[in-house]
């Protein structure tokens, strides 16, 4: 999954390195637009991505007492609309899935907060709106990639121009930051204050 703007700036070339013909785009929200959805089936793309579930067109043709609504979890339930239109402005159907999730509100807050929105995708392969669902949050671990790549490996600066040089030192570091995980986990965690200096003292 390249980011989005790799598809629109340098596609072709994406392609012709990839050897493939069409990409699967699973994009975040952000990227929404009528525009990003046609240009997704104009060049044969499969697209997975999110919109406010006020801005679904085709909820206006039903009724709340009509949407009929699955228990994905116990705190997220799947309603799914079949093919219409997203948005006002798209010309082609696209798959709609509602999503109500219960989220932990403030401590303040006695009530959990619900999250409304709704996936919207072309995507062929898969047909239940569950594996839509779970397909699209996968995600969110490349969120935690970027987030541990930035700050405990610093992948941000390498302190190199060469490859190998960077390839030497993110390797010292993944070292370094597997042994002090290992350490936490399994040293940490199991002994007491006392017996952690006593050992500490004995090294």
Same mark, same amino acid.
């Given at each position: 999954?390249?980011?989005?703007?790799?598809?629109?700036?340098?596609?072709?070339?994406?392609? =012709?390195?990839? $050897? !493939?013909?069409?990409?699967? @785009?699973?994009?975040?929200?952000?990227? &929404?637009?009528?525009?990003?959805?046609? /240009?997704?089936?104009?060049?044969?793309?499969?697209?997975?991505?999110?919109?406010?579930?006020?801005?679904?067109?085709?909820?206006?043709?039903?009724?709340?007492?009509?949407?009929?609504?699955?228990?994905?979890?116990?705190?997220?339930?799947?309603?799914?609309?079949?093919?219409?239109?997203?948005?006002?402005?798209?010309?082609?159907?696209?798959?709609?899935?509602?999503?109500?999730?219960?989220?932990?509100?403030?401590?303040?807050? =006695?009530?959990? $907060? !619900?999250?409304?929105?709704? @996936?919207?995708?072309?995507?062929?392969? &898969?047909?239940?709106?569950?594996?839509? /669902?779970?397909?699209?949050?996968?995600?969110?671990?490349?969120?935690?990639?970027?987030?541990?790549?930035?700050?405990?490996?610093?992948?941000?600066?390498?302190?190199?121009?060469?490859?190998?040089?960077?390839?030497?030192?993110?390797?010292?570091?993944?070292?370094?930051?597997?042994?002090?995980?290992?350490?936490?986990?399994?040293?940490?965690?199991?002994?007491?204050?006392?017996?952690?200096?006593?050992?500490?003292?004995?090294?």
């Amino acid at each position: 999954m390249l980011p989005l703007y790799l598809y629109r700036n340098g596609r072709s070339l994406c392609q =012709k390195k990839l $050897k !493939i013909t069409s990409l699967i @785009l699973r994009v975040d929200g952000g990227y &929404l637009s009528a525009d990003t959805l046609e /240009y997704a089936v104009k060049h044969n793309h499969q697209i997975i991505t999110t919109v406010p579930y006020n801005w679904v067109q085709e909820l206006k043709k039903f009724s709340p007492l009509l949407l009929e609504w699955k228990e994905y979890e116990k705190d997220t339930k799947l309603c799914d609309l079949g093919w219409g239109k997203p948005l006002s402005k798209t010309l082609t159907p696209f798959r709609i899935i509602l999503v109500e999730k219960k989220q932990d509100a403030p401590r303040i807050k =006695k009530r959990k $907060k !619900i999250l409304r929105y709704a @996936l919207v995708t072309n995507i062929s392969f &898969l047909k239940e709106a569950e594996a839509l /669902y779970e397909f699209y949050h996968q995600r969110q671990t490349i969120e935690n990639f970027f987030k541990e790549a930035k700050n405990p490996f610093h992948a941000g600066k390498m302190p190199s121009q060469l490859f190998r040089g960077n390839q030497a030192y993110l390797s010292l570091v993944t070292i370094a930051y597997n042994s002090f995980q290992i350490f936490k986990k399994n040293i940490c965690q199991q002994d007491s204050k006392e017996l952690l200096l006593k050992r500490l003292q004995i090294v």
